[in-house]
């Protein structure tokens, strides 16, 4: 499927990673994009300022629950691709409150793929030869890795936490409706993103902003847990390729081939705000304290992307001390937007030890 003439339905859009995606594709192809997200605390249309005027650009705010809305929308703009970003993402506030992401996460995902049938089965041959739903996952339904290993497309599910779970049921949805119904669906699974937009409960922005606060920085259990890093622009380019040239009722794994512990990642934060800006009270490494640990912890994630980059030529071009020192910059730089989070209500403190076992 070539871009050119094409219109895309991004849900989630004004997310971290779907905000990543629409600026992609509008700098990058003349696709058209209609971003459907119904701005959960974790939206962000700050993110789109620079592409919001582009005539290329639709928004609608409306959940993916929302059945009846959707079907407008698949008529009024007829696209030729969907994107499934929306979700609720984030897994300490999944222990806390699944319910959302049963919502959203699954409920959702089966609502958008009775839309997207229902729309595909009333188009011509050669349109729905050419449609694509894209469903984005994560690494996380494959469950936890010991020291060795990797995830690859053949990794049976064992999802560990609510949001895996859900994210699970959500993936075995769209392979359902693939193999049911024959509606031409993808799902990629990559692995933990970074960079610019990321809201400040996930690791790496808690981290700097705490850190630039001169704030404890609370590592879980022994900081020793394993998470493969990925910058979101490498991830972004990876899913546009995925939706040109994937090939239908596949699955890709993506994934940065950077491996680091929490507690690495968390002093190599430390020494890129000391040089930026050192605090009077000495090294922030000081600051890291040692916290009790997220319930059902998985201790090591890791991808093996050899599919994506041997079939589909992408490879991650971000080495992660330089994408980090990037985002340790630009979080020192723009200090307005995460301020503006703060100020609506966000606590930055711990969240995900709930009612656990
Ligand atoms: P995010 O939390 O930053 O953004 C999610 C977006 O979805 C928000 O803009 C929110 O308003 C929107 N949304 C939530 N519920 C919705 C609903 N019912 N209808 C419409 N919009 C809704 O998430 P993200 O980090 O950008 O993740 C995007 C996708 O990628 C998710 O499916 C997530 O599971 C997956 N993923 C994320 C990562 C990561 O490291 N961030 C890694 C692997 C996979
Ligand atoms: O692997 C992909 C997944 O990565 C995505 O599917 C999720 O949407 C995304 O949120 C992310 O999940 P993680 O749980 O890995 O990300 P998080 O940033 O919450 O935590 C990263 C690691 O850091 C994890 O091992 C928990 C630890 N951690 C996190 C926070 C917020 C800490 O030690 N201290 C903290 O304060």
């Known amino acids: 499927m070539g871009l050119k003439e094409s219109t895309i339905f991004v849900t989630g859009g004004a997310g971290f990673i779907g905000s990543a995606v629409i600026r992609h594709v509008l700098t990058e192809t003349e696709a058209q994009i209609v971003n459907i997200d119904n701005l959960t605390y974790a939206a962000n249309l700050d993110a789109l300022s620079a592409v919001a005027s582009n005539q290329r650009y639709a928004f609608r705010k409306l959940s993916i629950c929302d059945g009846t809305a959707l079907r407008e929308l698949f008529l009024k703009f007829r696209p030729t691709a969907v994107m499934n970003l929306a979700a609720e993402s984030h897994v300490d506030r999944s222990i806390d409150a699944p319910a959302e992401f ?146 239908v009722g596949e699955t890709y794994a993506i994934g940065g081939r950077s491996e680091r512990t929490n507690l690495s990642v968390v002093e190599s934060i430390c020494d890129h705000l000391d040089d930026i800006s050192p605090a009077s009270h000495g090294s922030r490494r000081d600051l890291i304290t040692f916290v009790q640990d997220r319930p059902g912890h998985d201790r090591r994630y890791a991808i093996d992307c050899s599919k994506i980059e041997r079939e589909l030529g992408w490879r991650a071009k971000m080495d992660f001390s330089e994408g980090l020192a990037k985002t340790v910059m630009w979080y020192y730089e723009n200090r307005k937007w995460w301020q503006d989070i703060l100020n609506r209500g966000y606590r930055n403190t711990r969240l995900g030890l709930g009612e656990a076992k």
């Open 102 to 247: 049963i919502q959203t996460n699954i409920v959702g995902t089966f609502v958008l793929l009775q839309e997207c049938l229902r729309y595909w089965r009333g188009l011509s041959t050669a349109e729905q030869a050419r449609f694509r739903l894209l469903h984005v996952s994560t690494d996380e339904v494959f469950g936890s890795l010991d020291s060795e290993g990797c995830f690859n497309e053949q990794t049976r599910y064992a999802p560990n936490s609510p949001y895996a779970a859900s994210k699970a049921s959500s993936d075995h949805l769209v392979r359902a409706w693939w193999h049911t119904y024959g509606l031409p669906t993808i799902v990629t699974n990559c692995s933990n993103n970074y960079g610019p937009y990321h809201f400040p409960e996930k690791l790496i922005p808690h981290m700097i902003i705490k850190g630039m606060s001169n704030e404890p920085l609370p590592v879980y259990g022994d900081g020793n847990n394993v998470r493969d890093w990925l910058y979101v622009e490498d991830h972004a380019r990876a899913l546009t390729l995925v939706l040109e040239k994937g090939v």
